[in-house]
Each structure stands twice: as structure tokens, then as C-alpha cells.
């Protein structure tokens, strides 16, 4: 509802509030517009977390490698405050403005990148930005980024069920609202984990699995998985809403100090590691369940 009475709206060219109304009625043009965006995009995938640092981004990052050894795949980070997937995938422009549209720019193994990370005039400086504003550019990105043909595109969320989440998953089209959590395999996490799972359910969104990062580490002397949580809350999650656990992502020291060494993700700088395995692992179980 308009705070005005309706019949005494402001006169032309005056500050106006749009009403309820208009305002669905844009969001409806701006929701057919990214469904015609997107039919060039076979499958989207949100990664989501309920928790900061449980390890999304490398996820998503990661994940999205593996499956472009075989497959066109793109990268949207909508993690506004912490955009970091431009720099692991090696891109540093921003993505080039046209009348036509924003185009992403490639990374590592031709995965197309559409971040605010590149666009952002000082990278050193926050971005301070209240809900609306924050809604209003993914909104925009969605509606302009031309993405091309894509077998997957994976959209990295920003921590827990804020606004950002909220307006993407209220923007894309049913069938992009898939949705992989990324869980740790401790208590700690698990509540809030569960919280972004019940935020999905709310969103009419489809759960298609967990994946337990960080789940055991890597001995760096006989190269076996150690667990060490006597209990697995990744799959206490997955029973909690009828779903699996896909991949169990360990902790792999040598493969951190590889990547941290060549400033690239998992997948390219360690290979042949343990932790590599397990994100193709993760994408041939996301290849079965989209
Ligand atoms: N399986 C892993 N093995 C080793 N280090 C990892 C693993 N997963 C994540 N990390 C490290 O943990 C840190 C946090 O990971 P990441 O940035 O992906 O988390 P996030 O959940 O996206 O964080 P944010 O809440 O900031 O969005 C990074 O330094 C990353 O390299």
C-alpha cells in the first residue's frame, strides 16, 4: 500500500513512492526478464551456508572447476561484502558493460565470472550498502549479466538467509532454485546450518544435498583421512530434511599450503590431492541430481 491515499498521489514530477502494485508489477517484469536471460543456462546451482566460513566459497569455486573439465560453467558471486571469487578464479577486469548487457569475463578453465569485486572502484573499501540497495544490484546483475550458452551456473550466496539470499532465490525462475548447503561435520555449525535449510524450504526452493567441508583432515604422512568429530552433523542435517550428503570435503594441509603457494583454488594447483577427488566427487553427484 502506498503511505499516500490511494486518489491523492503526489503530482508529476514530485517524489513519488510507488505503490505495492507497481512495485510487484516491476519485480514481475524483472523476473521474466531473467527467466529469458537464463534460457541459455541448462542447470543453476545455489551454494548456500548458514554459517560464515564453513567454506562456501571454495566450494563453490572448486565445484565449479571440476565440472568444467567437461562442462560450460559459470560463476555468479553474490557474496557483496566478501567477493572473492573473482581473485581465485584469476580474473581481475570487471566485466564489460555493453547496451547490450554486462559480460562476464573468463578464469581458470574458461569459467565465466560475474562478481562486484571486479567492479567496485576500491577493492581496500567496504561496501556499505542497507537491504534495498543491496537487493536492487542483484536484481540488476541478474537481469543484465549475458551469459551464453552454459551447461551450469553456480551462484555463490553470501552467508546465512539475509536479503541477498531472500531476493535471488525470490528472483530466478522455479526450476534455477536449486540449492547445495555446505555444512561442517560439527555442532557448532549445525543450527545454523538448519536455519538456511528451513530458509530454503520457505523460498520454494529444492534442496538437492549437503556437502560436509573440512570433514576429517589429511595426513600429510600416509595421506589417510583422520576424523576427528566422533559425530557427523552433516548427516544428522541430510536426515533432518530427506537428503543426502554428496561429497565430504577434508581438510588437506599440503593441498592448502599448494594453493596458498600459487594463489589458485584446490582443483588447479592440487590435483592429484585428496581434496581434488572429493570436489569431482561432488560434481558427478551434482551432474546426477540436476
Ligand atoms: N577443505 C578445505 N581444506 C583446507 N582449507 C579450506 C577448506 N575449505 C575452506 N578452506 C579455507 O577456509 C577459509 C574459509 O573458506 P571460504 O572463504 O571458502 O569460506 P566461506 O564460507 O565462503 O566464507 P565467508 O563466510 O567469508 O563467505 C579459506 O581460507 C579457505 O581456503
Known amino acids: 500500500m502506498s503511505p499516500l491515499a490511494e486518489g491523492n498521489e503526489p503530482r508529476e514530477g514530485h517524489p513519488h513512492h510507488p505503490s505495492r502494485e507497481e512495485l510487484e508489477k516491476r519485480l514481475e517484469k524483472e523476473r521474466e526478464a531473467i527467466e529469458k536471460n537464463l534460457e541459455s543456462v541448462e542447470h543453476v546451482l545455489v551454494v548456500m551456508s548458514g554459517k560464515g566460513g564453513v567454506g562456501k566459497t571454495t566450494v563453490s569455486v572448486n565445484l565449479a572447476l571440476a565440472l568444467a573439465e567437461d562442462d560450460e560453467v559459470g560463476i555468479l558471486d553474490l557474496d557483496i561484502h566478501?567477493?572473492?571469487?573473482?581473485?581465485q578464479l584469476g580474473v581481475t577486469e570487471p566485466p564489460q558493460g555493453t547496451p547490450a548487457g554486462l559480460f562476464p569475463l573468463s578464469g581458470y578453465r574458461d569459467v565465466k565470472v560475474m562478481s562486484i569485486g571486479t567492479m567496485l572502484e576500491r577493492e581496500d573499501l567496504p561496501v556499505?550498502?542497507?537491504g534495498p540497495r543491496k537487493s536492487g544490484f542483484i536484481r540488476e546483475i541478474l537481469v543484465k549479466t549475458r551469459w551464453g550458452d552454459l551447461d551450469y551456473l553456480i551462484i555463490d550466496m553470501p552467508p546465512g538467509t539475509g536479503d541477498e539470499v531472500m531476493t535471488a532465490l525470490q528472483m530466478l525462475?522455479?526450476?534455477a532454485?536449486?540449492?547445495l548447503l555446505v555444512a561442517s561435520p560439527e555442532s557448532l555449525a549445525f543450527s545454523d546450518v538448519v536455519k538456511a535449510g528451513e530458509a530454503v524450504d520457505k523460498l520454494e526452493?529444492?534442496?538437492i544435498g549437503i556437502v560436509s567441508n573440512m570433514h576429517g583432515i589429511v595426513c600429510p604422512e600416509c595421506g589417510s583421512t583422520i576424523e576427528y568429530f566422533s559425530d557427523d552433523y552433516s548427516e544428522?542435517?541430510?536426515?533432518?530434511?530427506d537428503?543426502?550428503?554428496l561429497a565430504r570435503i577434508p581438510l588437506d594441509p599440503e593441498a592448502k599450503r599448494k594453493a596458498e603457494e600459487e594463489g589458485k583454488p584446490f582443483v588447479i594447483a592440487a590435483p592429484d590431492s585428496r581434496v581434488s577427488e572429493a570436489f569431482s566427487e561432488l560434481a558427478e553427484a551434482v551432474r546426477d541430481r540436476l
Open 173 to 175: 525462475p522455479e526450476d
Open 236 to 241: 544428522k542435517l541430510a536426515e533432518r530434511f
Open 177 to 179: 532454485r536449486n540449492v
Open 205 to 207: 526452493a529444492r534442496l
Open 82 to 87: 566478501g567477493p572473492n571469487v573473482p581473485e
Open 128 to 130: 556499505l550498502w542497507r
Open 243 to 245: 537428503t543426502e550428503v
